[in-house]
């Protein structure tokens, strides 16, 4: 008889894990089903109006109609790029805060105390890099930059380049660029590419190292380029060759891409990767990358968070190079 009790007390207890093994379950699917809930919000680390902002708005637009709730953006600018991440750092991993992750937020622990561990995050999905090149006004009386880089070495310090900074890619790039081809030219820091094209444009600067914000100014004759940062010609201007071909080593490398908090489910992660790969690779996602002169370079969770540890790994040597040129002070 007792054994006979301790045989149905087992059968129960395990009768009882089964059921609630089965209803948690029922409620992770759920869960995962049911999400999006709400609109999610992604934040975009520069201003509105600048190539970032104008590709993510067409993104988040598509992605919207794939999750059935609103991608709202945030616009945050400043901090060097790195808003995004420190808003993912304090967000909860519900899949409902999102941003985007530009080049600086792997350099800027190096320069600066922040709140955030680029190492811990949840990478979503790699989508383009930025296209920049050397820009000129057409009444610039330069047409190359063999004539640009004679000008500089016969007036030191006269002509002034504008470049996002003070230590985001461009600006870095641009410093780079003066230390090997030993020309001094009168840099000028500025929040993001809109504004500096303004610059540009009503002539308060010579020359800009600008990305696909440029394009439209290019295309429509007010400015044209002297010179691409890419490592190889790009297709919308085949004509223009890169500095790399004409004898100096200055290439920038800047792709971005969204990642979420810390510890994000894998279930909610894929739904959030999957809704933005295929806005991506839409017809819409693809016109304005072509617009923004911009390539299609996606890359998956995994290799986006490869990429992110490459990158914050060759940002330690590199900020140590710079911090020592610059005296120990980025600027």
């Not at 979420?260 to 992660?269: E, I, K």
């Amino acid at each position: 008889m007792r054994n006979h009790a301790r045989e149905r007390r087992r059968l129960l207890a395990a009768a009882s894990g089964a059921v609630l093994l089965a209803a948690a379950h029922s409620a992770a699917q759920a869960q995962s089903e049911s999400y999006p809930a709400r609109p999610i919000r992604l934040v975009v680390p520069y201003g509105a109006g600048g190539p970032t902002d104008a590709h993510l708005r067409v993104v988040a637009q598509q992605a919207s109609q794939l999750l059935g709730q609103l991608v709202v953006i945030e616009n945050k600018p400043g901090a060097n790029g790195t808003f995004g991440a420190v808003e993912l750092a304090r967000a909860q991993p519900d899949g409902y805060t999102l941003a985007v992750l530009p080049a600086s937020v792997y350099r800027e622990p190096y320069l600066n105390r922040v709140s955030f561990d680029p190492l811990k995050l949840s990478y979503v999905i790699g989508m383009t890099d930025y296209t920049f090149g050397l820009a000129v006004r057409r009444e610039a009386p330069w047409k190359s930059w063999k004539e640009f880089a004679e000008d500089a070495s016969r007036r030191p310090g006269q002509i002034s380049v504008g470049a996002a900074g003070p230590v985001q890619t461009p600006s870095i790039v641009l410093s780079e660029l003066v230390q090997s081809t030993g020309l001094q030219l009168n840099r000028v820091p500025y929040k993001g590419d809109s504004e500096q094209a303004s610059d540009l444009l009503g002539g308060h600067i010579d020359a800009g190292v600008l990305s696909g914000v440029a394009s439209q100014h290019i295309q429509s004759g007010r400015l044209r380029y002297l010179a691409m940062f890419t490592s190889s010609r790009v297709p919308q201007f085949p004509q223009v060759p890169t500095l790399r071909e004409l004898g100096v080593d200055a290439v920038i490398e800047s792709p971005y891409g969204i990642a979420a908090p810390a510890g994000l489910a894998p279930a909610r992660l894929r739904i959030i990767h999957d809704a933005f790969k295929a806005a991506l690779e839409s017809t819409q996602g693809r016109k304005i990358l072509e617009q923004l002169n911009q390539p299609l370079n996606y890359r998956s969770p995994q290799e986006f968070e490869q990429y992110a540890r490459s990158a914050y790994a060759r940002e330690k040597t590199r900020m140590e190079r710079f911090k020592a040129v610059a005296g120990g002070t980025p600027h």
